[in-house]
């Protein structure tokens, strides 16, 4: 057994606690059938069509937040200033859903519960094995309003994965 999986998770896993107090929340909400605002679009992900490894990233601009993706810059693609219509649209059709109901979407609160961005998933139905949800997203506040976007691959989905090979 490869002993470096457990001691990276487990030192993520601390890492991520040691940052709990800025640790923003998100919660479920349904399909908008609108977005009032602009909004930065990042793109994340995808290397099909359906790929539950993947997400739209949506920060509403004017506020004082910003943020940004802790990851790799041939990971993602930034667009600046969508309509929110545009925003929903560009979202719908990377994640390769026509039925724009069946996309998870999360909503991103700032501590005063306001929502300053949003995260669309494809369902997990699409992971081809049910169970796990297959990617893990963390909003970190930092200093001056910045959001650090962390984006993982699920260690439970990761391990299905692995196990049916």
Known sequence: MNMKRPLVFFLLLFL???CAGRQLRTEYTAYPESLPGAYTVYLWGRAYAG?????VILDLEGDPYE????????????????????ALAIASEYLGIRDRRRVEVREVRD????????????????????????LLIYYLL???????????ISP???RRLLSRK
Do not use: C, M, Q, W
């Not at 790929?51 to 997400?55: E, F, K």
């Not at 041939?74 to 667009?79: A, G, P, S, T």
């Not at 001056?144 to 993982?152: A, C, D």
């Open 16 to 18: 991520i606690g040691s």
């Open 51 to 55: 790929d539950p490894i993947s997400a």
């Open 67 to 86: 943020f940004y993706l802790y990851t790799a810059s041939f990971n993602y693609v930034k667009l600046s200033a969508k309509s929110g219509a545009e």
């Open 111 to 134: 501590r005063e519960g306001k929502a300053i961005g949003y995260d669309l998933r494809p369902p997990r139905y699409l992971s081809h094995l049910g169970g796990p949800e297959s």
């Open 142 to 152: 930092e200093e001056k309003g910045r959001i650090k976007v962390l984006l993982e």
């Open 156 to 158: 439970a989905y990761e």
